[in-house]
């Protein structure tokens, strides 16, 4: 196969699973989800000869270096208007959330929300995009034992962020239930 046909092969066959990927980190920013897709897929094109033939994880790398130029220009556009005076509080447009707002499971995504982005990153690959730790060491640009130490240590924050938002006792890392032991009468 030529480069030419590796790419669109990879496109017809990652190219809903890069668009969740992207949209998932935007929370639903539809016209940066094209813009973002758009570029990663541009990339993969001047770059076909680099393809590998697990391209999923390599796209994603890419996806997630154009997020981060994405983010950085939302960044510099919300600072402007900001700095023009057109933001929403100046004109006295507030949206309060009533008291039944809550979504299902909120909660995770507020405990995810306190971590670092590095943190959030590796658990969201796992969780959201399914992928494995070689899958998620190319992702991140790390070798395995990297990926994998980057994942225990982000799980164990989200762990105690979940433990903090909780008024009850932490949940025992490892508990199982098991029948009280016997003594033997002897």
Not at 6 to 23: K, M, P
């Amino acid at each position: 196969m030529s480069n030419d046909e590796i790419f669109a092969a990879a496109y017809r066959e990652h190219y809903w699973a890069v668009s969740r990927y992207v949209a998932r980190r935007l929370d639903g920013r539809a016209g940066d989800v094209e813009e973002v897709v758009a570029e990663v897929f541009m990339v993969a094109w001047r770059r076909r000869a680099d393809l590998p033939a697990a391209a999923l994880p390599w796209l994603y790398g890419v996806a997630r270096n154009c997020l981060a130029n994405a983010v950085r220009g939302h960044g510099r556009r919300r600072r402007l208007v900001d700095r023009l005076g057109n933001d929403h509080t100046a004109h006295g447009r507030h949206i309060a959330a009533g008291p039944d707002a809550d979504t299902p499971g909120g909660w995770v995504h507020e405990a995810l929300a306190r971590l670092s982005a590095a943190d959030q990153e590796v658990l969201r690959l796992t969780a959201w995009e399914q992928l494995g730790i070689d899958e998620v060491a190319v992702v991140l640009g790390c070798g395995n034992r990297a990926a994998s130490m980057r994942l225990h240590r982000a799980r164990r924050r989200l762990r105690a962020e979940i433990d903090r938002m909780r008024p009850g006792p932490p949940i025992a890392e490892h508990s199982c239930m098991t029948a009280p032991k016997e003594h033997g009468h002897g």
